[in-house]
């Protein structure tokens, strides 16, 4: 299972013994629902344990402490010997392996940097990512977004169900634990696996684009317009060979943390979404905006330069990493011996990893292909459901993540150390903490949905109409946020008690409950609430999933606080209240109305945006939300570093 703390690379699901090799993994990313490499693309519309990146598109892996004095700020995943989790037998304070241990104000400087490393590549590349998407929307309008968007879904389907999870769970806590124990720092043993990786890659790479004719047939309804299939396929012939270099780009990024050297991966993403936008550019230049254009009417030139510019997007990415390598002295060589590396032992971790991401996919084939069949401009279809989603991302990435950054740390070393009261009074606290930061960006989606999706995609080729379509989708997505960020929440309890198998348990039946949501929505509603309504069943199975979580943690660690919580949780639904009805009221006085052109809707977004959140502020306050101050003084704490 991805992410969570290990204690080493054989530790066994529900914290089944495992050898002290002092080798441990802290993930500490927020919803890393992809690689580094596709951190700004399309997103799969579900929960996703801590991998090896994330909407934050970065990654840690590295020797130091996970634990800055207890508030943990990396925007990323750690990988290493942890500061504040230690292995059985460990006398506090020594490494592990013997060796004594960082002064505590040496590990914090250093995590302290590599977090601002992080949180500025972090921030660069969600602004130029979100720039980037804006612009193939503005670029292929409805009609070459909705295939352009679903033959990019399947390299990075492909991706997470060949080597996403299985590299994060099983190939990362390998090479860490190799790079403390082998002689030579691991070197040997990383050139083993980067032959192996780079061979299984390729192979896997070339097969699936044999058989992409097969896979976006799968993919692609029956009711999609006339040559949605063919222009699907076509693209993916030419992005599906991104499976290799994402793999490849990880895999390196996770060389180079394990030598310390941080701040490659965080930055080289933004050399991928820097050529898809130059990508955008020439098409405009060549060939005008899709605008008008059926998928039947793509011709070749217009094809090869779309999805070629999203292949060379990865290329470029990886490349840009290969200097590092030189940097840190790393060379790799051809070695290969697949049975030298002895991944057999942890099969087990594997598989449920495989479980977990394999249930989730048949998810998201459900999404691309019901969606696929969305005809005519105004409807919300594929392209402004993952536009929608990466908006929920990104509320998610910037407060979710920051809260269980501070805390999946303190949660590790409590359950390390048996005080299963801590890991209680921690995911209290962090539900509460998410909650009350989450609510007003919440209001704004919800009440602004379509001022926010009018200012932001409305253009070149995407009509007025398909803009506030995503305004509705929007809408419905505030929903989303909270019960996502508190299923994330919970997840990490979960990988705080090493409990993976029981994450991907749980995953099955609420996987089920949203695909059965799907295929409702589907038939119950017309096309033009298609996309809202998936929407909603994503928000109801991110809530099962908090509830069954919760459920079965109160069972494994005793009681959980929720008096407390339930308690916080009206103050912010009430101040929440406040909020909307300020925020309906503003929509309703400025120019624009309910349908606002684009001027008009920036307005508003700009106007409306500062009046919920003033209003939830002084109703927080008022009704005394102790939460509201720590939320305040995290702000404070980012901004001054």
């Known amino acids: 299972m991805s992410g969570g703390l290990y204690r080493s690379a054989h530790a066994a699901p529900d914290g089944e013994p495992e050898p002290s090799d002092g080798a441990k993994l802290i993930s500490v990313d927020g919803t890393g629902v992809l690689p580094t490499a596709a951190a700004d693309q399309a997103l799969p519309p579900e929960i996703i344990p801590p991998t090896n990146a994330g909407p934050t598109g970065g990654t840690v892996y590295g020797r130091g402490s996970s634990n800055s004095g207890g508030s943990g700020s990396s925007s990323g995943t750690v990988y290493g010997s942890s500061a504040t989790a230690r292995t059985e037998g460990t006398a506090p304070g020594a490494d592990p392996a013997g060796a004594p241990r960082e002064r505590p104000a040496e590990e914090s400087r250093s995590t302290a940097g590599n977090s601002v490393i992080m949180a500025a590549g972090s921030l660069v590349s969600r602004l130029i990512g979100f720039v980037r998407n804006m612009l193939i929307g503005m670029t292929l309008g409805k009609a070459i977004g909705d295939?352009?968007?679903?033959?990019?879904?399947?390299?990075?389907?492909?991706?997470?169900?060949?080597?996403?999870?299985?590299?994060?769970?099983?190939?990362?806590?390998?090479?860490?634990r190799r790079s403390k124990a082998d002689p030579d720092g691991g070197e040997l043993f990383t050139q083993r696996l980067l032959t192996l990786a780079v061979v299984a890659l390729g192979?896997?790479?070339?097969?699936?684009?044999?058989?992409?004719?097969?896979?976006?047939?799968?993919?692609?309804?029956?009711?999609?317009?006339?040559?949605?299939?063919?222009?699907?396929?076509?693209?993916?012939?030419?992005?599906?060979?991104?499976?290799?270099?994402?793999?490849?780009?990880?895999?390196?990024?996770?060389?180079?943390?394990?030598?310390?050297?941080?701040?490659?991966?965080?930055?080289?993403?933004?050399?991928?979404?820097?050529?898809?936008?130059?990508?955008?550019?020439a098409f405009i230049?060549?060939?005008?905006?899709?605008?008008?254009?059926?998928?039947?009417?793509?011709?070749?030139?217009?094809?090869?330069?779309?999805?070629?510019?999203?292949l060379l997007g990865m290329v470029v990415q990886a490349a840009g990493l290969v200097p590092a390598?030189?940097?840190?002295?790393?060379?790799?060589?051809?070695?290969?011996?697949?049975?030298?590396?002895?991944?057999?032992e942890v099969g087990g971790l594997a598989g449920w990893?495989?479980?977990?991401?394999?249930?989730?996919?048949?998810s998201v084939f459900l999404v691309a292909r019901v969606l696929s069949g969305i005809g005519?401009?105004?409807?919300?279809?594929?392209?402004?459901?993952?536009?929608?989603?990466?908006?929920?991302m990104m509320a998610h990435g910037i407060i979710g993540v920051s809260v269980m950054t501070a805390l999946l740390p303190k949660m590790s070393a409590a359950a390390a150390e048996g005080r299963y009261a801590d890991v209680s009074a921690d995911l209290s606290r962090g539900i509460r903490l998410?909650?009350?930061?989450?609510?007003?960006?919440?209001?704004?989606?919800?009440?602004?949905?379509?001022?926010?999706?009018?200012?932001?995609?409305?253009?070149?080729?995407?009509?007025?109409?398909?803009?506030f379509a995503t305004g509705g989708?929007?809408?419905?997505?505030?929903f989303t946020v909270i019960p996502l960020s508190v299923s994330y929440l919970c997840t990490y309890a979960f990988y705080a008690l090493q409990g993976n198998r029981t994450v991907a348990l749980i995953n099955v039946p609420v996987v089920a409950l949203r695909i059965v949501g799907y295929l409702i929505v589907a038939e119950a509603l017309g096309q033009s609430l298609t996309a809202a309504g998936m929407t909603g069943a994503n928000a109801v199975s991110y809530l099962v999933s908090a509830l069954i979580s919760l459920t079965v943690l109160r069972r494994r660690i005793g009681r959980l606080n929720l008096g407390s919580v339930a308690a916080a949780l009206l103050k912010v639904l009430a101040a929440a209240a406040v909020a909307t009805a300020a925020g309906l009221l503003v929509v309703k006085v400025l120019p624009g109305g309910d349908t606002p052109e684009r001027p008009a809707a920036a307005l508003q977004v700009v106007i409306g945006g500062g009046v919920v959140m003033l209003a939830y502020l002084g109703a927080a306050l008022l009704l005394k939300v102790r939460e509201v101050h720590q939320v305040i003084g995290m702000v404070r704490r980012k901004i001054g570093r």
């Open 203 to 281: 192979a896997a790479t070339a097969l699936v684009t044999v058989a992409a004719p097969v896979i976006t047939a799968v993919q692609s309804s029956s009711r999609a317009p006339a040559g949605y299939q063919d222009l699907v396929t076509s693209l993916s012939y030419l992005m599906l060979p991104i499976i290799f270099f994402t793999g490849l780009s990880a895999l390196i990024g996770a060389v180079l943390n394990v030598r310390g050297h941080f701040a490659a991966p965080m930055w080289a993403p933004i050399l991928n979404n820097l050529v898809v936008i130059a990508t955008c550019g």
């Open 147 to 176: 295939p352009y968007t679903s033959a990019q879904f399947l390299p990075m389907q492909v991706y997470e169900m060949l080597l996403g999870g299985v590299l994060s769970s099983v190939l990362i806590p390998l090479l860490v």
């Open 434 to 467: 998410t909650t009350t930061a989450l609510a007003p960006i919440c209001v704004v989606y919800g009440v602004l949905g379509v001022p926010i999706s009018v200012t932001l995609f409305q253009g070149g080729a995407l009509s007025y109409d398909q803009a």
């Open 473 to 478: 989708v929007l809408a419905v997505a505030a």
């Open 353 to 362: 990893m495989l479980v977990y991401v394999g249930v989730n996919q048949i």
């Open 325 to 344: 390598l030189r940097k840190v002295g790393f060379t790799w060589g051809w070695r290969w011996n697949p049975r030298a590396l002895g991944l057999g």
């Open 285 to 310: 230049l060549f060939f005008g905006t899709a605008d008008g254009l059926t998928p039947e009417e793509m011709t070749p030139g217009r094809i090869a330069l779309i999805g070629g510019g999203t």
């Open 376 to 392: 005519g401009d105004g409807k919300a279809s594929l392209l402004a459901y993952n536009n929608v989603f990466l908006l929920t």
